[in-house]
């Protein structure tokens, strides 16, 4: 019993890591960047305010889970902004690596279960999983209208550009949200020209 629980306090010792990763989003205030375990917040708030934009299939247990999981890696393999220029193989087999070092601190039992949460996230291929993904994405554009552009002003994004790396992903788990966003953003774009 000692040994399962100073290998879980290790694990939660090692995820206060991801305080320190910080990513390309700003804060809604513009006054900084957020980190990682910000965004991972938000996004766990952001699904218990929007569960009903999720189809009946969803489970939003499970979404909270992946949400509260999904940006661990990062630890290890750093954030790569969505409109950033990165190599995506070499992104995902750092992310990998890192999946297999951070949940392997855990006790097998749950270390498999938090990595098989981990890999249904990425996946994308669940209901469950299509819907966190879209959240994940939706997030982000919200906090940039809010900070007056954020990172698309860093990253001189255009509003195609916009559709073509983020529509699609919000779309498929979150029609919904889609719809919002995109009346949203476009509008942002229009003025922004």
């Not at 090692?14 to 938000?42: F, I, M, P, Q, Y």
């Not at 990595?115 to 966190?132: G, I, V």
């Not at 552009?149 to 529509?167: L, R």
């Not at 919002?180 to 229009?190: E, L, M």
Request: net charge negative; proline share 3%; hydrophobic share 45%.
């Amino acid at each position: 019993m000692t040994q399962r629980l100073e290998q879980q306090i290790a694990f939660l010792n090692e995820a206060d890591k991801l305080k320190s990763v910080n990513r390309g989003t700003l804060l809604c205030d513009a006054s900084r960047a957020e980190n990682s375990a910000e965004h991972s917040w938000h996004l766990t708030l952001y699904a218990l305010v929007l569960a009903d934009q999720a189809g009946s299939d969803v489970d939003l247990t499970r979404v909270i889970k992946m949400l509260i999981l999904h940006d661990l890696v990062e630890i290890d393999a750093g954030d790569n902004p969505i409109f950033g220029d990165f190599d995506q193989i070499a992104m995902e087999a750092q992310e990998q690596i890192a999946a297999d070092r951070i949940f392997g601190i855990l006790p097998n039992d749950l270390g498999d279960d938090l990595r098989a949460t981990w890999e249904e996230f990425e996946a994308n291929t669940t209901a469950t999983a299509r819907f966190a993904k879209s959240l994940d994405r939706f997030q982000p554009p919200m906090q940039n209208l809010a900070a007056g552009g954020g990172s698309w002003v860093e990253y001189n994004v255009t509003e195609e550009t916009f559709v073509e790396k983020v529509g699609s992903k919000i779309a498929t788990g979150a029609p919904g949200l889609w719809h919002f966003a995109q009346s949203k953003v476009s509008a942002w774009f229009a003025a922004h020209r």
